[in-house]
C-alpha cells in the first residue's frame, strides 16, 4: 500500500497539557498554551508516521491465497515451551458466532 499525501512534518514535541485540561478542554476566553499544541501536532503527526510506516510493510495478498486463508480452521501458529499450536476462528451457528480454536501441531 503506497500512501501520496506528504505527512505534515511537527518536531516540536511541545508540552502534554494537565489531566485537568484535557478532562475540562478550553474554556471560553482561555487561549491555549503553544506548548499543548505543539504537543498535539506532534502526537498527530507520530501516530500517522507510525501508521504511514507499518501499512507500507505490509504484503497484498493474492485471491487465491486469501481464500485459503479463510477457509483453513487454524490459518496462524505460535510456539510455546517447544509446542507449537495451530490456531483460529470457526463459524459456530449454534453459538450464533464465532469460536476460537487452536490444536497442538505433532
Not at 502534554?16 to 503527526?45: C, H, I, K, T
Request: charged share 20%.
Amino acid at each position: 500500500m503506497s500512501f501520496t499525501a506528504p505527512l505534515p512534518k511537527w518536531d516540536n514535541e511541545g508540552v502534554q497539557p494537565p489531566p485537568n485540561l484535557v478532562e475540562s478542554g478550553w474554556l471560553p476566553d482561555v487561549s491555549p498554551a503553544p506548548d499543548f499544541f505543539n504537543w498535539q501536532w506532534y502526537r498527530v503527526y507520530m501516530a500517522l508516521k507510525e501508521l504511514q510506516d507499518f501499512a507500507a510493510d505490509k504484503r497484498e495478498m493474492s485471491d487465491g491465497a486469501l481464500k485459503a486463508h479463510e477457509e483453513a480452521t487454524t490459518p496462524h501458529q505460535f510456539t510455546q515451551s517447544g509446542k507449537t499450536y495451530k490456531y483460529g476462528f470457526k463459524t459456530n451457528v449454534a453459538m450464533d458466532g464465532l469460536i476460537f480454536v487452536y490444536q497442538e501441531v505433532l
